[in-house]
């Protein structure tokens, strides 16, 4: 009797262990069900980095800190990635069509580290309506002066769409913007994946 209890006791046990093997499932941050190994890449919304309305030189050395990039020159803005960001995207809308507007891109790891420019982008403003009243998306976007570990993405599509740029920031925590050339106010803004 007490081998037959044993035995019922382990598939008893068996059988449970199985029941709760078929409950357990993988769920995405939308709180869906997903097949476990499954890829998700993050879905998120444009933000705003920042608002430009001068132009500014391109750091010294000295004012490339974490402490001085936005500190000694206010028209430079630093931005925290979210740690859900692999690689970032940007796109730029000013007010008026034809405008150009020109940004060194920088990414830094912490708050005591230094900025790194990892490309000078160039923008020119077509006429698709943006987010913000009386805005208009940039739809040409030029690369220059680029300097990462990675090959960034640009896509201009000219014919007034919308340009952007996309570079795998490989786990960098803030990104600063300095506007070299401002043609009228321009806003950068930020999404990722």
Known sequence: MKKLTTVLTIILLLAGVALA???????????TIVEPGQLHTGQYSWATLGTFTMTTATPSVTNRTAALFAVNDTNNVVYTIPSAY???????SSTTDGDSSVFDVYLMNS???????????TFTTGTQTAGTLGYEFADTLVETNS??????????????????????????????INPTTITNTAIVEISGY
């Open 21 to 31: 093997i078929q409950g357990v499932y993988s769920y995405n941050r939308a709180a």
């Open 86 to 92: 692999n690689r970032i995207r940007l796109r730029c």
């Open 111 to 121: 708050a005591s580290d230094h900025y790194n420019r990892v490309a000078t982008l």
């Open 147 to 176: 300097n990462w570990h990675k090959t960034a993405s640009v896509m201009s599509p000219t014919g007034n769409f919308i340009a952007e740029y996309a570079i795998d920031v490989l786990g960098s925590a803030k990104i600063g």
